[in-house]
């Protein structure tokens, strides 16, 4: 069975003070791992998709890696409008999406 | 375009109402979804329809019903309703095939079921 681990639940970060998210995953035939991000009471929001060990993408002050047991979303000098909850999927040989639990970053002035 | 629409935003219904939450996109995508999620939880999967087929159903309760009546509209017919169904419903799109490709969700149905 498919499972990822979100770390830490939570965050809070100044204006400007960057950090990373943790997603840890086991997953039989990584097909995609993806990087959402959902504000209270909305659909998760599409940010990034990686497909193979080494592999990463950039959005603004967004960066996402990943290797072959784990993806971080690095964030660079945060903002106020960057607080959401952060969630990591993944999908296998099952073809189903499988969600982490997420991770609830809140930026401060 | 990467826009999927849902209505209504909220519904509130009785347990021996009957209801529908309708789902739209118009990106072409061939697999749709319907999701449950609970406050401060992931998304839960329900329903997967590929070419308008039915392709997974999590064993979700017949009081819940899916349907896809053509590749852009996927409607969820509710009927005699828990108050533990009470949640945001989303709808989801993708391009079909092996699992490679993101979904791209709407901005849910809040669901009271009194």
């Known amino acids: 069975e498919d499972q990822v681990t979100q770390s830490p639940e939570a965050l809070r970060l100044q204006e400007g003070e960057s950090s990373s998210l943790n997603c840890s995953y086991t997953v039989s035939g990584l097909r995609g791992l993806f990087w959402y991000r959902q504000d209270p009471g909305k659909g998760p929001e599409f940010l990034f998709t990686l497909y193979s060990a080494g592999e990463e993408k950039e959005k603004e002050r967004l960066k996402a890696t990943l290797t072959k047991k784990e993806s971080f979303l690095h964030i660079t000098a945060p903002k106020p409008e960057d607080s959401a909850t952060y969630l990591c999927?993944?999908?296998?040989?099952?073809?189903?999406?499988?969600f982490g639990t997420g991770t609830r970053l809140q930026v401060t002035l | 375009d990467t826009e999927v629409t849902q209505t209504p935003k909220h519904l509130v219904m009785g347990m021996t109402n009957k209801k529908s939450l309708k789902c739209e996109q118009h990106m072409g995508h061939r697999a749709m979804y319907w999701y449950k999620q609970k406050a401060k939880k992931p998304p839960e999967l329900m329903f997967v329809?590929?070419?308008?087929?039915?392709?997974i159903n999590e064993s979700v309760p017949s009081r819940f019903s899916p349907e896809c009546p053509n590749s852009s509209l996927l409607n969820l017919h509710l009927h005699a309703l828990q108050p533990e169904d009470s949640a945001l419903y989303l709808c989801?799109?993708?391009?079909?095939?092996?699992?490679?490709?993101?979904?791209?969700f709407g901005p849910g149905t809040r669901l009271t079921v009194t």
């Open positions: 999927a993944v999908t296998g040989t099952a073809s189903k999406l499988t």
């Open positions: 329809y590929s070419y308008e087929k039915l392709s």
């Open positions: 989801a799109s993708s391009h079909p095939g092996q699992g490679g490709y993101e979904q791209y």
